[in-house]
């Protein structure tokens, strides 16, 4: 039955999947499209994807140092630009907190300068900016200790990298 016009009536779902009849085949509708175009765009790996914590650059001087580790919130990691590999529950939730003890310096592009003998070097940036700094830099606060701490646990257990 027609309400006012030629507009069918509103189904059961309140206007979801209601489409005109034409040429004895029912045209899809916004919803059905809305739909298709949602499953289309999680195919195939062109889905969402999860928005990234950090990304970390490591340098040295030592055989293994150099190394690229991109964190999403998910805890998705890429080691060198490979193939995306997990975290577990309890690391993600110390790369939240490291990313979280690291707002205000990265806020700040804090940048501090490696000493004579250093051998590490680390660069990150997050949403908030960046820091820089060596292994052995002066004055580093806590969260760049447990920043250093959780690149070598992820290299070695998640990457399989020797450092």
């Known amino acids: 039955m027609s309400r006012g016009g030629d507009r069918p009536a509103a189904g059961r779902w309140g206007g979801w999947g209601r489409g005109v009849v034409a040429g004895g085949r029912r045209v899809a509708t916004i919803g059905v499209v809305a739909l298709a175009t949602l499953a289309a765009g999680c195919g195939g790996g062109g889905?969402?994807?999860?928005?990234?914590?950090?990304i970390l650059e490591r340098?040295?001087?030592?055989?293994?140092a150099r190394l690229t580790l991109l964190v999403n919130?998910?805890?998705?990691v890429r080691c060198n630009g490979g193939a995306t590999l997990k975290l577990?529950?309890?690391?993600l939730v110390q790369a939240r907190a490291i990313?979280?003890?690291?707002?205000?310096?990265?806020?700040?592009?804090?940048?501090?300068?490696?000493?004579?003998?250093?051998?590490?070097?680390?660069?990150?940036?997050?949403?908030?900016?960046?820091?820089?700094?060596?292994?052995?830099s002066a004055g580093q606060p806590a969260?760049?200790?447990?920043?250093?701490?959780?690149?070598?646990?992820?290299a070695q257990q998640v990457c399989h990298?020797?450092?």
């Open 99 to 136: 990313q979280e003890d690291l707002r205000e310096p990265a806020s700040n592009h804090v940048s501090l300068p490696a000493q004579a003998g250093s051998v590490l070097s680390y660069y990150l940036r997050d949403e908030n900016g960046s820091v820089r700094f060596a292994d052995n």
């Open 143 to 154: 969260a760049f200790h447990n920043l250093v701490l959780f690149v070598l646990q992820t």
């Open 73 to 76: 919130e998910e805890g998705g």
């Open 47 to 54: 889905g969402i994807q999860a928005a990234d914590l950090f």
């Open 88 to 91: 577990s529950d309890p690391a």
């Open 59 to 64: 340098t040295g001087s030592v055989p293994g």
């Open 161 to 163: 990298l020797p450092i």
